[in-house]
């Protein structure tokens, strides 16, 4: 049997997370998966179904029934074998994943579909507790950061929105993702720190590339 391997990949909004796993699934020929767009189908899911981001035992339903893929060489997201890949990027949607994101049992629901991802394939996953809570054994684990400023002017141009606008947003989600009781944004132990200050997406990819061949035997991407 092929072993499975999972790169986790945790950091602040704003530090490149989303891109560069993409790009790196793509290379290893991995499964890419973004735990924050999971958040934002059941989000999608509660509002088409009218319940209310308060409901915290029907959200838990919602998260347990979901049934979230994400298709290798795609960014495509679909949720109950629909395309929901441009819905869930509405600016309501965001709002409510963030206050759904916040139960603890529709984490929990949410954690254990990730883990059974990891079990069905090599997973490149993204998100804020990845490599301190999902997968505490992944076999690779980075820690992506940048200053705030750069965050904050990376994160303005994807949305087009107001840099002052956008700085009170990240400092806002930093708070409640560095604070909350359940699988708060942290550092594992055992993650490589990346500061992405300064460096362009290519320059970043690089690094990781070789920091993962380093310790992954991936005949595709290895290099001797």
């Known amino acids: 049997m092929t072993k499975r391997i999972t790169v986790a990949i945790d950091g602040p909004a704003g530090a490149g997370k989303s891109t560069l796993a993409r790009r790196i699934a793509s290379k290893l020929g991995y499964t890419y998966v973004d735990t924050g767009a999971m958040y934002r189908a059941v989000a999608l899911w509660a509002l088409r179904t009218k319940v209310a981001v308060s409901d915290m035992h029907r959200?838990?339903?919602?998260?347990?029934?979901?049934r979230i893929e994400f298709k290798p060489g795609t960014n495509a997201v679909l949720?109950?074998?629909?395309?929901?890949?441009?819905?869930i990027r509405a600016p309501e949607i965001a709002g409510a994943a963030s206050e759904i994101s916040r139960i603890p049992a529709v984490r929990?629901?949410?954690v254990h579909k990730q883990r059974v991802m990891g079990e069905q394939a090599s997973v490149v996953m993204e998100g804020r507790d990845i490599g301190s809570v999902v997968f505490p054994n992944a076999t690779v684990k980075i820690f992506l950061d940048a200053e705030p400023q750069e965050r904050t002017e990376r994160r303005a141009k994807e949305v087009?929105?107001?840099?002052?606008?956008?700085?009170?947003q990240i400092q806002e989600r930093d708070r409640r993702d560095r604070t909350r009781n359940e699988s708060p944004l942290v550092q594992a132990p055992d993650a490589v720190y990346v500061d992405t200050t300064g460096l362009s997406i290519d320059e970043v990819e690089a690094a990781l590339l070789k920091l993962i061949r380093d310790r992954t035997s991936n005949g595709k991407e290895r290099t001797n």
Do not use: C, H, I, W
Not at 79 to 87: H, K, R
Not at 160 to 168: F, G, I, Q, R, Y
């Open 59 to 66: 959200l838990e339903q919602l998260a347990k029934e979901a």
């Open 79 to 87: 949720l109950n074998g629909e395309d929901v890949s441009e819905a």
């Open 108 to 110: 929990r629901e949410l």
């Open 160 to 168: 087009s929105l107001p840099t002052n606008v956008v700085a009170e």
